[in-house]
């Protein structure tokens, strides 16, 4: 099922975009490198509700929704588990997903998918978030949260969460690297 032997390489160095990670694991979001780990956590959900967000260096759409997605998992009802890709890094298991989990959305990152059984419930494509405030993304996900959700939240201490430094980067700025 998994035979790349030769995998793509990512687009950015991967030290520049550690910080765009590290926001999310932060708050709970476990990372899905290779799609043998999108599978090991995704086939194995039993009933969970199960958020997917597809990262991005888009400084404008991922600037809003790492800081969204932050703040609604403040909320008092959350998705099960926290998942996370990196579109341009994680190049396989972001197709990975995009091809099992995604249903026919067109590719988008940044992205937001909740799934619970390999049915996918929700998405929030980038033109979705493009324009919208942290507030307002966060906003439209505790709607999702508590309509299909039942993990009791927040995803941190609210101690913790006030001591989170969002990412504030222009994707344009971060040098794609020549493979």
Avoid: W
């Amino acid at each position: 099922m998994f035979q790349n032997m030769n995998p793509r390489p990512p687009m950015y160095d991967p030290q520049t975009v550690q910080f765009m990670r590290d926001e999310l694991t932060y708050v709970g979001f476990e990372e899905m490198l290779t799609p043998e780990q999108v599978e090991n956590i995704l086939s194995q959900t039993n009933g969970e509700s199960v958020l997917i967000f597809i990262n991005s260096v888009c400084g404008c759409a991922a600037g809003s929704a790492r800081p969204g997605v932050s703040l609604a998992l403040q909320h008092s009802v959350i998705p099960d588990k926290l998942t996370t890709v990196f579109a341009g890094q994680d190049r396989e298991a972001v197709n990975h997903v995009r091809k099992n989990y995604l249903g026919d959305f067109p590719p988008s990152s940044p992205a937001l998918a909740l799934v619970k059984n390999g049915k996918l419930l929700y998405m929030m494509q980038r033109h979705q978030i493009e324009g919208q405030t942290p507030e307002q993304i966060a906003s439209e996900l505790t709607k999702v949260f508590d309509k299909h959700c039942t993990q009791e939240g927040p995803s941190i201490t609210k101690d913790n969460y006030e001591k989170l430094v969002h990412a504030k980067a222009c994707g344009s700025k971060i040098p794609v690297i020549n493979n």
